[in-house]
């Protein structure tokens, strides 16, 4: 191979890898769709994604804000709440979810035997 072949590779490659970066694992997009859904509170997104444990979702919140998908706001009250939205640069990634839904409707169809 030569030498500017694997460089093109690279630069197709490093994008993806990116993006994987942010969004990968079992949980993330499932959260992030979860927020754009509604839920904004803690135990309303653990409770709308079966098998998450509080554990996880703790700590995917917290890639997801670092990563700046979601925002984190602490209301204060009685007694004191945690909001979470998402931001309008995770909105970038509904085109792309639309996408991976209709592949995944397709490959469930296809793939699985499912219709």
Same mark, same amino acid.
């Given at each position: 191979?030569? =030498? &500017?072949?694997? =460089?093109?590779?690279?630069?197709? *490659? /490093?994008?993806?890898?990116?993006? /994987?970066? %942010? %969004?990968?694992?079992?949980?993330?997009?499932?959260? *992030? !769709? &979860?927020?754009?859904?509604?839920?904004?509170?803690?135990?309303?997104?653990?409770? &709308? !994604?079966?098998?998450?444990?509080?554990? %996880?979702?703790?700590?995917?919140? =917290?890639?997801?804000?670092?990563?700046?998908? !979601?925002?984190?706001?602490? !209301?204060?009250?009685?007694? %004191?709440?945690?909001?979470?939205?998402?931001?309008?640069?995770?909105?970038?990634? =509904?085109?792309?979810?639309?996408?991976?839904?209709?592949?995944?409707?397709?490959?469930?169809?296809?793939? /699985?035997?499912?219709?």
């Amino acid at each position: 191979m030569k =030498k &500017s072949e694997h =460089k093109n590779c690279m630069s197709a *490659l /490093l994008p993806v890898k990116d993006a /994987l970066d %942010v %969004v990968s694992g079992k949980w993330k997009l499932l959260i *992030l !769709i &979860s927020i754009w859904e509604g839920n904004k509170h803690f135990r309303e997104i653990e409770r &709308s !994604i079966p098998r998450l444990t509080t554990k %996880v979702l703790a700590n995917e919140l =917290k890639l997801m804000e670092e990563n700046h998908l !979601i925002t984190r706001t602490v !209301i204060n009250g009685f007694p %004191v709440r945690t909001e979470y939205t998402a931001t309008e640069y995770s909105q970038t990634l =509904k085109k792309v979810m639309a996408e991976l839904r209709d592949w995944g409707i397709n490959h469930r169809k296809k793939g /699985l035997g499912h219709s």
